[in-house]
C-alpha cells in the first residue's frame, strides 16, 4: 500500500521537475541558479494556494457543474494566476533573455502543478496509478508549457523597450495579452478531453518539448547576436572614456552639457562612473560569452573593485547631480540586468 502510494506521488510530481531540470540544463548561458528555480517553484506554488478557494467559490456560484467549469472557466483563471507572477518578474527587471523568460514561465507552471496535484493526492488517495500518469505528464507539463510560451511572447514584444535606454523605459500590461489568450486557448483545448485524458496526455508530452526547444534555440541564437554587438558598443565606450572624451552620441553630448555645468571634478567623476558601468556590462556580457563556450572566467576582486568604486563616485555626485546624470546614461534595463547576473556570480564564486 506504501509503495504504491509513494509511486503515485513519484508519478504525479516528479516528471514536470524532471522536464524542468532538463531545460535548465540546456541552458547554454547557465542564466538561472538552483536558488533561482526553487524560489519560482514557490511562487508558483503560491499561485496555485490562491487558486483552489477562488475555484471552490466560482463552482459553487456558477451553475455549470464541474466538468465545464474545468473546461471553459478554470482556464481563464489559472492562466491569470500564474501569469501575474510572470508579469512581476518582468516589471522588477528579472528577466534578460527569452532564454531565462522560457524557464522561469516553465517554473512557475511546475510550481503550480505540483502544489495542486499534492492537493489532488491528498483528497483522492484511491485513485489509480493511470490518474497520477496523466496528471504529471499531462497537466503538469501543460501548466509550464503555457506560462512558457506567455513569456516568451511577452519578451518579444517588450524586446524593443528592454533594449533602450532605461531612463526610456515604459512598462506595457499589453505586452502580456496575446501570450495570456494563446496559454488560455491551449488550456482550454487539453481540458476538452476528460473522457480521454491519454489523448491529451501525449498532446502534452510530444508538442511541449518540440515547442519549447524551438523557442530554446531561437532563444539562444538570439541572445549570442545581441551579446555580440552590444559587447562591441560597451567596449567602444569605454576606448572613448578612457581617452577623455565623452562618446558619440545623443547620451554623449547631453552629458557633455551637463558635465559644462558640474565643473572638473564632477565632469572626472561622471566619466568614470560611466567608464566603469560600461565595463562591469562588457564583462557580464563577456563572460555571459565565455559560458556558451564552456570556459566562462573573471576576476572576482576586479568587478568587487569596480562595484565599490560606482557607490562611491554615485556618492561623491550627489543626489540631484547623479539623479540628471544616471538618467541620461544610455544603458538598458537589459544591460542592467546583465551586471545583476554578474553579481550574482560574483556571490556563488
Request: glycine content about 8%; overall charge negative.
Given at each position: 500500500?506504501?509503495?504504491?502510494?509513494?509511486?503515485?506521488?513519484?508519478?504525479?510530481?516528479?516528471?514536470?521537475?524532471?522536464?524542468?531540470?532538463?531545460?535548465?540544463?540546456?541552458?547554454?548561458?547557465?542564466?538561472?541558479?538552483?536558488?533561482?528555480?526553487?524560489?519560482?517553484?514557490?511562487?508558483?506554488?503560491?499561485?496555485?494556494?490562491?487558486?483552489?478557494?477562488?475555484?471552490?467559490?466560482?463552482?459553487?456560484?456558477?451553475?455549470?457543474?464541474?466538468?465545464?467549469?474545468?473546461?471553459?472557466?478554470?482556464?481563464?483563471?489559472?492562466?491569470?494566476?500564474?501569469?501575474?507572477?510572470?508579469?512581476?518578474?518582468?516589471?522588477?527587471?528579472?528577466?534578460?533573455?527569452?532564454?531565462?523568460?522560457?524557464?522561469?514561465?516553465?517554473?512557475?507552471?511546475?510550481?503550480?502543478?505540483?502544489?495542486?496535484?499534492?492537493?489532488?493526492?491528498?483528497?483522492?488517495?484511491?485513485?489509480?496509478?493511470?490518474?497520477?500518469?496523466?496528471?504529471?505528464?499531462?497537466?503538469?507539463?501543460?501548466?509550464?508549457?503555457?506560462?512558457?510560451?506567455?513569456?516568451?511572447?511577452?519578451?518579444?514584444?517588450?524586446?524593443?523597450?528592454?533594449?533602450?535606454?532605461?531612463?526610456?523605459?515604459?512598462?506595457?500590461?499589453?505586452?502580456?495579452?496575446?501570450?495570456?489568450?494563446?496559454?488560455?486557448?491551449?488550456?482550454?483545448?487539453?481540458?476538452?478531453?476528460?473522457?480521454?485524458?491519454?489523448?491529451?496526455?501525449?498532446?502534452?508530452?510530444?508538442?511541449?518539448?518540440i515547442a519549447l526547444i524551438a523557442i530554446?534555440?531561437?532563444?539562444?541564437?538570439?541572445?549570442?547576436?545581441?551579446?555580440?554587438?552590444?559587447?562591441?558598443?560597451?567596449?567602444?565606450?569605454?576606448?572613448?572614456?578612457?581617452?577623455g572624451e565623452w562618446p558619440n552620441s545623443?547620451?554623449?553630448?547631453?552629458?557633455?552639457?551637463?558635465?559644462?555645468?558640474?565643473?572638473?571634478?564632477?565632469?572626472?567623476?561622471?566619466?568614470?562612473?560611466?567608464?566603469?558601468?560600461?565595463?562591469?556590462v562588457a564583462e557580464a556580457e563577456e563572460?555571459?560569452?565565455?559560458?556558451?563556450?564552456?570556459?566562462?572566467?573573471?576576476?572576482?576582486?576586479?568587478?568587487?573593485?569596480?562595484?565599490?568604486?560606482?557607490?562611491?563616485?554615485?556618492?561623491?555626485?550627489?543626489?540631484?547631480?547623479?539623479?540628471?546624470?544616471?538618467?541620461?546614461?544610455?544603458?538598458?534595463?537589459?544591460?542592467?540586468?546583465?551586471?545583476?547576473?554578474?553579481?550574482?556570480?560574483?556571490?556563488?564564486?
Amino acid at each position: 500500500m506504501l509503495i504504491a502510494e509513494a509511486a503515485h506521488w513519484g508519478l504525479a510530481l516528479i516528471p514536470v521537475l524532471v522536464m524542468l531540470a532538463i531545460f535548465v540544463w540546456l541552458d547554454a548561458f547557465k542564466l538561472m541558479s538552483l536558488g533561482e528555480i526553487l524560489v519560482l517553484l514557490v511562487l508558483g506554488g503560491c499561485a496555485a494556494v490562491v487558486a483552489y478557494p477562488i475555484s471552490g467559490q466560482f463552482i459553487d456560484t456558477l451553475p455549470i457543474g464541474f466538468s465545464n467549469y474545468s473546461r471553459f472557466v478554470a482556464p481563464w483563471i489559472e492562466e491569470a494566476l500564474k501569469a501575474i507572477v510572470m508579469i512581476a518578474l518582468f516589471r522588477f527587471n528579472r528577466i534578460g533573455y527569452k532564454l531565462d523568460a522560457v524557464i522561469s514561465g516553465f517554473a512557475i507552471g511546475a510550481g503550480f502543478s505540483v502544489v495542486e496535484n499534492i492537493v489532488y493526492l491528498t483528497i483522492f488517495p484511491s485513485y489509480g496509478a493511470g490518474t497520477w500518469l496523466v496528471r504529471g505528464l499531462g497537466t503538469a507539463v501543460m501548466h509550464g508549457t503555457t506560462l512558457a510560451i506567455l513569456a516568451a511572447i511577452a519578451h518579444e514584444l517588450a524586446e524593443r523597450e528592454t533594449r533602450e535606454a532605461a531612463g526610456d523605459f515604459d512598462f506595457h500590461y499589453w505586452w502580456f495579452l496575446p501570450g495570456y489568450l494563446i496559454a488560455v486557448a491551449i488550456h482550454t483545448a487539453f481540458n476538452q478531453f476528460p473522457d480521454r485524458p491519454l489523448l491529451a496526455m501525449m498532446g502534452a508530452i510530444v508538442v511541449a518539448p518540440i515547442a519549447l526547444i524551438a523557442i530554446f534555440q531561437f532563444g539562444t541564437a538570439e541572445a549570442e547576436r545581441w551579446l555580440t554587438a552590444e559587447h562591441a558598443e560597451h567596449e567602444a565606450q569605454i576606448e572613448a572614456l578612457r581617452a577623455g572624451e565623452w562618446p558619440n552620441s545623443v547620451a554623449g553630448r547631453k552629458i557633455a552639457s551637463l558635465a559644462d555645468r558640474v565643473g572638473p571634478e564632477g565632469t572626472r567623476r561622471m566619466r568614470r562612473y560611466w567608464e566603469l558601468q560600461a565595463w562591469l556590462v562588457a564583462e557580464a556580457e563577456e563572460t555571459m560569452l565565455e559560458e556558451e563556450a564552456g570556459d566562462a572566467s573573471f576576476d572576482p576582486a576586479e568587478v568587487r573593485s569596480a562595484l565599490a568604486e560606482l557607490a562611491g563616485l554615485k556618492r561623491a555626485l550627489g543626489k540631484s547631480t547623479f539623479a540628471a546624470f544616471n538618467a541620461m546614461l544610455p544603458f538598458s534595463r537589459n544591460d542592467y540586468w546583465e551586471v545583476s547576473e554578474l553579481r550574482q556570480r560574483l556571490g556563488r564564486n
